[in-house]
């Protein structure tokens, strides 16, 4: 009927019997444009053809903790998410929204089923996305032996660093005792989350983790019984002795006319295969069994290298105290880097992982106020949103290099610039991206720029609006 209507023909005489009752008029024209309504309906809601098999009934989303974002706002949203350019930086704005108390609505964004870095309000979303469909996926009892299976490994997740943070021993107990079962790649992530809390305490078990069958557990077990001080390669002076190895690349010597001390160096390398192979001992080996190969303990081998000689090796060092280093350690090194401004403190980022929230700000801080390379900015490590005030761009030389180069008539610093002003956006006070927005904008950037999409949504969170 329909391939007669488009070759201009009538099709009453070809309809149903059914179709014809309804159809039936005394105008040749009436008839075809009744049956003509009829088919339409058919096939907007009769014909629609039947639900594949494979298809499964789910339980509804899951309702979060917070209200959702504001309808008025949503457009807002779309905008920051869609110049958001990867997964991790749509995370991010999730995560700025989050900080102001409110979740993205679902048909905005969504994390992925494997998704361990959004905020801990979408546990359940993650989970939903990777498949709970019963019951427990709903529930909201506390984590025990008990009710462990309850629990979506998200909200597992999210519970086990909340009770390493609360109650470390309960927790690996949790670990130990039903962690054993898992398989690997579930054991490793366990094992992981021992960070959080990390103590004495902990010693035994991680001890224990020498005889998991796993190579890359009994890895992540021996970098944190490091961080606690616990010898993880003795040295023996053997040929096969890879921390002797390791500090044959470094050069012992000494400093100063009066108060001689003693410093630390790497040496000059003579071919691409010892770079190689230094790489990969400060990668294997660790900090507290270097240091103390020297004689030295952490801050005082930490205080005694000469950063700047190789700027590779000054990179390998700052990551191997990230990875195995003692959190005083991390703490000292990341006070130095910080102090020091430029080059270093962007290599400071490589410690945010292991800093607390003010650590983190410091660098951030010592970044803004060089006013260079703000693209290092994308690389801290679980950044807190919406805490930076408006000194801290004023007083630095960040503030006139956003100037300059949206004044200047340079196209690929612009487009640098619209990618800071994104990181800024999200670290940013909603006054601050107000007053950010006015002075970019004065300086020339159009004010409909995309760029400007997370400081305009950051800055109409201000007032936490919940209509």
């Not at 049956?35 to 639900?51: H, K, S, Y």
């Not at 086990?160 to 579930?186: C, N, Q």
Request: glycine share 8%; charged share 25%; hydrophobic share 45%.
């Amino acid at each position: 009927m329909r391939d007669g209507w488009i070759s201009g023909g009538a099709m009453f005489e070809f309809a149903p019997v059914e179709w014809k009752e309804v159809a039936t008029a005394s105008n040749s024209d009436e008839r075809e444009r009744r049956l003509l309504a009829i088919a339409a309906q058919a096939l907007d809601v009769a014909l629609r053809p039947a639900a594949p098999k494979s298809l499964k009934r789910r339980l509804p989303l899951p309702v979060l903790a917070l209200p959702m974002l504001p309808e008025r706002l949503r457009p807002l949203l779309r905008a920051a998410l869609k110049y958001a350019a990867d997964a991790r930086l749509k995370t991010r704005v999730a995560a700025l929204v989050a900080s102001r108390g409110f979740v993205l609505h679902p048909m905005d964004w969504m994390p992925a089923a494997t998704d361990q870095e959004s905020p801990d309000i979408y546990a359940p979303w993650v989970d939903w996305q990777a498949g709970a469909d019963s019951e427990k996926q709903s529930r909201r009892e506390d984590l025990t032996a008990e009710t462990w299976d309850d629990f979506y490994p998200a909200a597992r997740r999210s519970a086990l660093i909340d009770l390493r943070r609360s109650a470390p021993a309960l927790a690996r107990t949790l670990i130990e005792t039903k962690g054993a079962s898992e398989p690997a790649e579930v054991r490793l992530a366990l094992v992981e989350l021992m960070r959080f809390g990390l103590g004495a305490d902990d010693v035994p078990f991680l001890k224990s983790l020498s005889a998991d069958r796993s190579g890359k557990v009994r890895e992540m077990a021996g970098r944190l019984l490091a961080r606690l001080g616990e010898r993880g390669n003795p040295a023996d002076g053997g040929s096969e002795d890879p921390i002797a190895e390791l500090a044959a690349f470094i050069e012992e010597g000494k400093s100063g006319f009066i108060r001689r001390r003693t410093t630390y160096a790497p040496v000059k390398l003579k071919s691409p295969a010892q770079q190689a192979r230094r790489a990969d001992l400060f990668a294997s080996c660790y900090f507290g069994d270097l240091v103390a190969h020297f004689g030295k303990t952490e801050a005082d081998f930490i205080g005694a290298w000469q950063f700047g000689v190789d700027d590779g090796a000054d990179l390998f060092l700052v990551r191997m105290v990230a990875a195995s280093g003692g959190d005083a350690a991390v703490a000292s090194l990341a006070d130095l880097l910080a102090a020091a401004g430029g080059r270093l403190a962007i290599l400071g980022l490589q410690l945010t992982a292991r800093l607390d929230s003010g650590g983190k700000r410091v660098l951030i801080r010592q970044i803004l106020n060089d006013g260079q390379n703000l693209a290092a900015l994308n690389m801290v490590e679980g950044a807190e949103a919406g805490w930076l005030e408006w000194g801290d761009l004023a007083k630095g030389k960040t503030l006139s290099a956003l100037r300059s180069a949206v004044s200047g008539d340079n196209d690929v610093v612009k487009r640098n610039t619209e990618q800071h002003l994104e990181s800024i956006g999200f670290l940013a006070t909603a006054a601050t991206a107000e007053k950010l927005i006015g002075e970019v904008v004065a300086a020339g950037l159009p004010p409909a720029s995309p760029s400007l999409s997370l400081l305009r949504l950051n800055a109409a969170l201000a007032a936490n609006p919940t209509t």
